[in-house]
């Protein structure tokens, strides 16, 4: 069989498993999602065969060293993704540019490829321990338009193979407390990447903001900010100095924010990209960006719009006061796939992401969590 007719097999299949299915009567109901209208299928059989092909990385590719005109980068608050670990760089031509924009993703030209890397630790404790790539998601500016795509990292880790359909892969590893964890981790299809990057109905980037790159660049040098230094390089446009701006803080480190702050950066970086007024989840009316100031949007005694399974017979998202009687508590701390949130991303609880929200939960004050009807 042709690798042509192999790829006609996947699109139909993929095909089959987007469209909906009639629920039976025992079916629990699921809280409603706006559908995203972004096009579910663009298999374009020009796309690269193999992450080697762009040349991102020179050496041995599994070392990840960033070639010419490819720039690491880090983020303040990452989403969770079962305890991977993430290396993310940014591709820029050569002449492109990135124009700043205080909010929201920034703009990057024709050409600009995001690069992220899931990988796990063998054995956290040890710095010199191996690690294991999974899979190297690519976010692609052809002409304004990004398309994403997935390479899956072979077990020699030599190179990964472009990947449309998903795949779970079994990870073990040892923590930094010394504990054997296991989990199933599940590559995103190639509809399941374009629902979650989906921002009015077209593909976009959801993490390379402002405030989550305003950071120390620890791969270049420790006493030079990110933002600065892709300024000083002539590759950032329309910016003055970091120092102009608030960084986000970081969801796990108590000197970037209180409980309170730290948890809206946790729940934007979990939960925003879906749940905003641009996003897949938009007619849920819980947004859950950073900035959002209406405590009700928050999710502060705000009722579900779909009862049922999903919210546990609970009446609201949040009860300040009382984590055991809030849905988010119930659901971020459900691995069970009708309840759990995130939808997708994860097939564990993240444990510390939950004491996080549950102590934000614990201290949130009635008198300070009005809200107008």
Known sequence: MTIDNVRILIVFGLLLSGCEQTPS????????????????????????EWLSSYGFFKGDMAALVPNTNVYSYAINTPLFSNYAKKER??????????HFKTKGPLDFESGTVLIKNFLYIQDESNSDSKQRIIETRLLINEDGVWKPLNYTWND??????????????TVQWNNRQGETKEVNYVVPNINQCKNCHSVDNTISP???????????????????NQLDYFKEIGRLTQFTNASDYDPMPVWNDILTGSIENRAKTYLDANCAHCHSAHGSAKNSGLYLEYHQQDNRARGVFKPPIAAGKGSGDFQYDIVP??????????????????????????????KEGLALLTQY?????????????
């Open 25 to 48: 009567k025992h079916t629990a109901p699921k809280a409603r999602k706006v559908t995203s209208s972004v096009e579910k299928i663009d298999i374009d059989h020009n796309d690269p």
């Open 89 to 98: 760089f940014v591709y820029l031509p050569e002449g492109k540019k990135v």
């Open 156 to 169: 020699a880790q030599t190179d990964a193979q472009l990947n449309y359909v998903g795949k779970t892969e």
């Open 206 to 224: 959801i993490g390379v903001t402002a405030a989550q790159l305003n950071q120390r660049y620890r791969a270049i040098k420790e006493e030079i």
């Open 321 to 350: 006061g009382k984590p055991k009687e809030s849905i988010f508590i119930y659901r971020v701390g459900s691995v069970d796939p009708a309840i759990r949130m995130p939808e997708l991303g994860r097939s564990i609880v993240h």
């Open 361 to 373: 939960i614990k201290e949130l004050r009635l008198d300070n969590a009005s809200v107008s009807e």
